[in-house]
């Protein structure tokens, strides 16, 4: 194990010993293989580069009390990228492949995987692009997959606490019928300018409204939103939101702690009925929301009054993170361990 401030480590990238890359060419994908290079050689007429052919993941690796590393949901991660990779014309990587590069990069950089109990844990990149040279508008015919591990501190350092939020209605994230369901960088670059803006005014991020109307919650910067209201778990249900899969697995957490869930359209004055809300995401899991701040109507929806996360919101976050490094049994099949 490398001698890292692992409590204090930023949710940034760290270099580690190995990354994995994968060729597609001439129609099939070749073998993994292993470069110890941070760099990569890209064409400089790529359309990852010039057409955003691009599409990534993210998903991390838990080291366990009983010094078992686990891996969470990878299967889903590796089906959605075959759905990002459909949605913008680009090869599939193959599922199996998938696990097989991502066990390998792990048990590569294996001394990378931050101890138990430090809130540290391996944050896995898979990244997809089209490589080959074109000028004209069109798919790329060859493509490179990669996937590189950094070790990420814990997103809250000193404990979980609410954020702020702004709702957006002057930049659109994605189109209803647009890019809004892959996980694709294109749609980065078009948050940006948002995102900025509310960190600028001092929000942890902007709430994104459905472009068409500006009526429904779409989602939380790169993160979903979920509110609760009595019993209840509510996350919008858009045809321009990414589906997290930190919040499926909050809605069936949320079954079986005995909630109801609803995945519906939300009114941003539906805001106001909310017990407690917040953003989930691989990143942070889950960011409990203190207060939002709607600039159009001049209204502040505000929970968390005593400054701490609500109750319900705290079960979900606990229950989540114990199966993920593995401190509690895990009923839902989840779980991958990586030898
Ligand atoms: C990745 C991502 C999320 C979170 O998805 P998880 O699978 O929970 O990590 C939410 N929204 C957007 C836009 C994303 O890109």
Known sequence: MEKFDWKNLPFGYIKTDYNI??????????????????????????????YGQEAFE???AYMGKDGKIRLFRWEDNAKRMVFSAG???????PVEMFGEALFKVIQMNKKFVPPYGSGATLYIRPLLYGSSAEVGVKPASEYTFLVFVTPVGPYFKDGIKPVNMLICRDVDRAAPMGTGIYKVGGNYAASMRAIIAARDGGY??????DAKEKKYIDECGPANFFGIKENTYITPKSESILNSITNMS??????????????????????????ETGACGTAAVISPIGKIFDPENNMIYEYCKNGEPGSETMKLYYKLISIQNGDKPDPFGWVSIVD
């Not at 073998?31 to 790529?46: C, M, P, T, W």
């Not at 949320?254 to 017990?275: D, P």
């Open 204 to 209: 942890a991020n902007t709430i994104f409204l």
């Open 21 to 50: 890359r994968c060729i597609y060419k001439n129609g099939k994908w070749g073998k993994l293989e292993v470069s110890s290079s941070e760099y990569i050689d890209i064409h400089i007429a790529a359309t990852g580069l010039h």
């Open 87 to 93: 949605g913008i014309k680009m090869a599939a990587f």
């Open 250 to 275: 909050l809605i069936e957490i949320a079954k079986s702690l005995g909630m109801k869930t609803e995945r519906r359209q939300v009114t941003v004055e539906e805001l106001a009925s909310f017990n």
């Open 58 to 60: 993210g998903l991390k």
